[in-house]
């Protein structure tokens, strides 16, 4: 039986719970699965290499931070033949995020609404997760790791719980992803700002080289924006990102308009909105993005990818790798090779 039957018949199921207690289902059986090995069977996309901030990734198809919060399930996840994969968003300490419930899907638009807000285990638990995984042990591909603040750390210490995750983090990744475009936590899209963002960048970059000189080894930065910014902000980020020399830029997170869902049920709960919903809102921000960048600072973009053609679209935006998430939710592990098999050549 194939896997797109598979999840065909698995999907009703699981939307017939809450969306958090489906996700706090599915990944804990994908775990066991792997651990198995009964995933091994898993028909897995072609090999298309790319190198992208210096790394190599088996094929440009990744998973996007957000579904694995605590890095816990990085096996599991592995083994549906992503060719890189993110895990958090990690804080310094741990946190409960908001309240429940916090997940609406939208399955009209093929979308969700989640105001998680960053729950997590914290970065000590997050990185002994990510050591204990046969992935980071054997080096079997590229592990993103995407890190944020604590929700009461004051915005104008935020530089510090960036700096702490980084130390934390860097021995153990790929990349690391700063998060500063969540809409979960309060004012933590004020770091977009061009003043708030010259000053974490500078003081980030100034960490990496500190952290390089220390393990011997260049762990490449990527920042993730928002796709609620307008051209006049998309290009203070792009200057930012081309002085302080960063190495990549992923485009979009969520979005927090509503037009296009707000007839719907649940579209006005409050949190991002993710999912077809976001496709052309990350589009405009990547194209936006590459007519200033060029190729200086690659893209990795995501938002809305529901498809191969979706998937095909962020490319001739001008990304060089894509994400995904939402749409793996909708359309199962089958997604993963229709994308990868749509960007080959």
């Not at 599915?26 to 898993?42: D, E, M």
């Not at 996309?45 to 605590?70: H, Q, W």
């Not at 993710?274 to 405009?284: D, H, I, K, Y």
């Amino acid at each position: 039986m194939s896997d797109k039957l598979l999840y065909a018949l698995a999907r009703p199921l699981l939307f017939a719970l809450d969306p958090e207690q489906a996700h706090n289902l599915t990944l804990p059986s994908l775990k066991r699965a792997a651990a198995l090995g009964i995933t091994g069977a898993l028909p897995r996309p072609r090999p298309d290499p790319r190198t992208v901030m210096g790394l190599n990734f088996p094929n440009p198809v990744g998973l996007a931070a957000g579904l694995d919060k605590d890095g816990a399930y990085i096996d599991g996840l592995a083994a549906l033949g992503f060719g890189f994969i993110e895990v958090g968003t990690v804080t310094p300490r741990p946190q409960a995020g908001n309240p429940r419930p916090r997940m609406f899907r939208l399955p009209q638009a093929n979308a969700i609404i989640n105001r998680l807000g960053f729950n997590n285990g914290g970065v000590d638990a997050f990185v002994r997760n990510v050591q204990a995984s046969k992935f980071f042990q054997n080096g079997e591909g590229v592990l993103g790791l995407n890190i944020g603040k604590n929700a009461d750390t004051p915005i104008e210490r935020a530089a510090d719980d960036y700096l702490h995750c980084l130390e934390k983090v860097y021995p153990y990744a790929s990349y690391v992803t700063i998060n500063v475009s969540s809409p979960n936590t309060k004012n933590l899209r004020q770091l977009q700002g061009a003043s708030e963002l010259d000053g974490l960048l500078a003081s980030l970059k100034r960490a990496q080289g500190e952290q390089a000189d220390r393990h011997g080894r260049y762990v490449p930065i990527a920042l993730k924006i928002a796709p609620d910014i307008d051209a006049d902000q998309i290009r203070a980020i792009a200057d930012a990102l081309l002085r302080h020399r960063m190495d990549a830029v992923i485009a979009t997170n969520t979005t927090i308009t509503r037009h296009a869902v707000q007839s719907l049920p649940h579209g006005e709960e409050a949190g991002g909105l993710s999912g077809a919903p976001v496709f052309e809102l990350s589009n405009r921000v990547i194209r936006a993005l590459k007519a200033v960048l060029g190729d200086e600072v690659p893209i990795i973009g995501v938002g809305g990818i529901l498809g191969g053609a979706d998937a095909r679209a962020k490319i001739d935006a001008g990304a060089s790798l894509v994400q995904v998430y939402t749409g793996l939710i909708y359309r199962g592990p089958a997604l993963i090779r229709e994308c990868a098999q749509a960007l080959r050549g």
